[in-house]
């Protein structure tokens, strides 16, 4: 079956290629954070590189989102009904730029919904798939995940458009293979945890797996609030995608780097990584310079 009946996005709402490739192209703002000056004597201390955009926060492109929710039995009772608070949050934090499909799995997995745009009316049809949902059966998250990521490969719409899966699961699965196992290429799977008795190395693993995944456990009504704000702050400001950033060192040895599940690769001059970055340099004893100069933040 294939998933290439996603709706497009009305004109008088586009984002058009002319603009998006406008905000691709704009200037982004490295920020370093550091002590001011260093030490003499040689020493090892961390700076941290911070990538913003510098134009507009206003104007962003799409985001393509699919939620793949857990429906397998253990999720009865309050597992169930925090997630579905975490859906009808979610939604209303969508715009109509953005598109959202649902997919859940027991031991089967089923897409409820393709990727449509949200409205108004697109919103109260989600909020009834979601008010409706029961728990029952087993637990194949490998199903869930694999038909989410099919969901956004069949895509027709996908120029400029960000791409994302949120996977909400307690992670006890129990048929047919290891999800953590699953190929999800550079789609980012941010997990969420429900449960006190949730598995979060099943979880994690799978968020570890992708390029920008997290993991979050959301125990209490605080913590669900949080961890999902979170996550569609990223998602909803997202200006640029595919941003290579490259540290070039000078007089100092760059020791370690903290990147996250973000590719990495170096040399013996410079490193090249991505999004946000700690460093820990090791200084060589010139004084007044506090790490790596002049980095510079490209688009390939």
Sequence with gaps: MSFNDDEPIVASQDVSAKKSTAILAGKTKVTIIKKTTAPLEESEFKVMLELTAAGSGSDRTGVDLVTVLDVSGSMEGEKLEK?????????KKLSPIDRLSVVTFNGVSHRLCPLQQI????????????????????TNISAGLQTGLKVLNDRRLTSWRAVGIMLMSDGQQNEDGDATQVLVGNVPVYTFG?????????????????????FSHVSN?????????????????????????TVTKVES????VSAGNYPQSRDDLSLALWYFIWLSIQQRGTQGHSGPSSPCASSP
Excluded: W
């Design 119 to 138: 409205t108004e009316n697109s919103q109260r049809e989600i909020e009834n798939l979601v008010n409706a949902l029961i728990a029952d059966g087993g």
């Design 194 to 214: 429900f449960g006190a008795d949730h598995d979060p190395r099943v979880l994690n693993a799978i968020a570890n797996h992708s390029m920008g995944g997290t």
């Design 253 to 256: 040895t760059i020791v370690k």
């Design 83 to 91: 997630m579905k608070i975490a859906m009808l949050f979610m939604i």
């Design 221 to 245: 009504q605080n913590n669900l609030s949080i961890a999902f704000s979170q996550c569609l702050a990223g998602l909803l400001t997202m200006a640029v995608q595919d941003l290579k950033l």
